[in-house]
């Protein structure tokens, strides 16, 4: 079965910084990968989707970006962080035929 | 546009007792039901999941049926214990792109079981 690691676990960013988050993928190969947001513990906000190396689609315009680089990495970046980039964020995988999607432990982001 | 809406929002039973969860969903193209718990402060973790040419699926305490001609889906847990206490999540999901699905979540439900 595939393991979701994500990292950092926690990060506190002061408005205007850049941000970097790293989901890797291992168990299995050729994963599609999903990026998400959740505020306030509710709700699941579907943010990216790959389904292979340099195949990034966006769901929701924003001051966000995501790219990967490598078939079991996915990353989420920004270049001046806002205050409401403020959450939960979760990487979450599952195999190029499957339809279970498994989560990552996820990073709480708070930006200051 | 596709919607999942989940029902109750919080729910408090008496440790041994049932909790139920239901849903509902827009699209009939929807094909797949899964559930997720999250405790707090941790991703959310698959615990039970059903396709859509099943109407029911049980595994020990926690079962899930699915009702496609109303587009109802629903959580049962039986004899609950005070480690059932989370925050559930329902998702319906929808193929498209021809190489993945998307997932539909519902706005989860906080259940607290008292001991």
């Known amino acids: 079965s595939q393991t979701i690691h994500q990292w950092p676990a926690t990060l506190v960013q002061p408005v205007g910084s850049p941000l970097s988050l790293e989901c890797t993928v291992e168990g299995t190969s050729n994963p599609n990968l999903y990026w998400y947001r959740q505020a306030a513990g509710r709700g699941l906000q579907l943010l990216f989707y790959?389904?292979?190396?340099?195949?990034i689609s966006s769901e929701v315009p924003q001051n966000l970006s995501a790219s990967r680089p490598q078939d079991r990495q996915f990353i989420l970046s920004s270049k001046k962080l806002l205050l409401s980039d403020s959450g939960f964020y979760l990487c979450?995988?599952?195999?190029?035929?499957?339809?279970?999607?498994?989560f990552g432990p996820g990073t709480r982001l708070t930006v200051t | 546009g596709e919607n999942v809406e989940q029902h109750p929002s919080t729910l408090s039973v008496q440790e041994g007792d049932s909790a139920v969860i239901k849903c509902t969903y827009s699209d009939s193209a929807s094909n797949y039901f899964p559930w997720y718990k999250q405790e707090l402060g941790k991703g959310p973790q698959l615990i039970i999941d059903i396709r859509s040419n099943v109407g029911e699926k049980k595994d020990q305490r926690i079962a899930v049926t699915l009702n496609k001609t109303a587009k109802h889906f629903s959580l049962h847990i039986t004899e609950t214990q005070p480690e059932d206490s989370a925050v559930y999540f329902c998702?319906?999901?929808?193929?498209?792109?021809?190489?993945?699905?998307?997932?539909?979540f519902g706005t989860g439900t906080l259940l607290a079981v008292q001991p």
């Open positions: 979450a995988g599952n195999t190029g035929t499957g339809l279970e999607q498994y």
């Open positions: 998702a319906a999901a929808y193929p498209y792109g021809g190489a993945t699905n998307k997932l539909i």
């Open positions: 790959s389904v292979g190396i340099g195949q």
